[in-house]
């Protein structure tokens, strides 16, 4: 497989809108978790696969596989990659966005919040109300340390992860490349698990906020992503022999477990333990990313350039769009409608994530490359294909 996979970059834009409208109906309070007593409309909304439009937690699994796919591709080619390479790129190009964004989320938050407002939904009222310290702020510098990272920007937890798993993921790869894939599945399949106890016993046991032990539960997807690439050309050969039938029996399985947390008896908590809904969304997200490569309707649609550009700055978009959110709410409620406030604040991150883009991310992309470009890398790492 070959380029720069187009489809891919559309998918990760469209699971970042997905965020983006999670955050803005959860400023609701009727679009919080809470029993059928909405009214139908609201209650398809929350309840049904319709959830797919703004399911916040699944788009983050998306994010997780779309990277272990995309990260794995060189290593996966046999290039001689670097191991100091690799994080040097890796780090300029996720932290130099991060940090600007942290920055401009303290002095938002110092400037702008209201400490809460009672009309609103918990989770705005829990946004932007914690005390502006001098240790908040020097562990959010850190990013992979276990921290409050809730505090300024409410989407800042995924970025620890995804930071930890890149310090590792050369390594992870040795492993991937080297072991049959079930081995491989089974394998963080029970790190997965052993993440997720880990965390539940010392939270509700001991009492201990920490979130170590949560990447290694999410450790699963960034492998479940690598393992794609890795068998890719074969899964594709198999998906082209598929009749339309059973192409459309993919969508709609992926569509069903992509959103099994939410519509298949969703209080009832035996069937919903949330490491358990993850794993099943991942089923949802491989679906996807198939559909997307394998198919030439999806590919054609995943290609249009509205959707490319989105992919393009999904990742300002993400960063942005809570901060621009709470700036909106905070300084106008009660002068401008609710809804035209989310409207305005959906335009005004578009075009925010746009310049972000363009100035930022860009310069970020092409400092890491002449950062790898004039410096010696001495440790040096190349996985054989077993």
Known sequence: MNGRLRELDSLRGLAALSVVFFHYLLVFPKFQVEP???????????????????????????????????????????????????ITKRFVRIYIPYIL??????????????????KL????????TSDVSLSGILSHITLITSFRNWDFDPVLWSLVHEMRVSLIFPFLMIFIIKNKWYKTLLVFLGLSFLGFAGTYVIEHFLSYQQDYLETLQYLLFFVIGALLAKHIDEI???????????????????????????????????????????????IGVTGFILLALSSKTFSSILKNKVLTWLGDISYSLYLVH???LLSFINTFYNKVDLILLVGLSFVVTLFV????????ETPSIKLGRALVNNKRMDIKKKPKAS
Request: charged share 15%.
């Open 36 to 86: 059928y007593t909405d009214g139908v409309f609201t209650t398809i909304v929350k309840y049904t696969p319709f959830r797919i439009f703004w399911g916040g937690h699944e788009a983050v699994i998306f994010f997780f596989m779309l990277s272990g796919f995309v990260l794995s591709l060189p290593f996966l080619k046999n290039k001689e990659v670097s191991y100091s390479k690799f």
């Open 322 to 324: 809570a901060l621009i």
């Open 353 to 360: 994530s746009h310049l972000m883009y363009k100035y930022v």
């Open 121 to 128: 939904s918990d989770w705005f009222n829990v946004s932007w």
């Open 236 to 282: 594709l050969i198999f998906m082209g022999k598929l009749k339309k039938t059973y192409k459309i029996g993919v969508i709609v399985i992926s569509l069903l477990t992509y959103t099994y947390t939410w519509w298949f008896l969703p209080f009832v908590k035996i069937l919903h333990v949330p490491v358990f809904n993850e794993w099943v969304s991942s």
């Open 101 to 118: 964004v942290v920055i401009s989320a303290i002095f938002l938050r110092v400037n702008l919040s209201r400490e809460g407002i009672p």
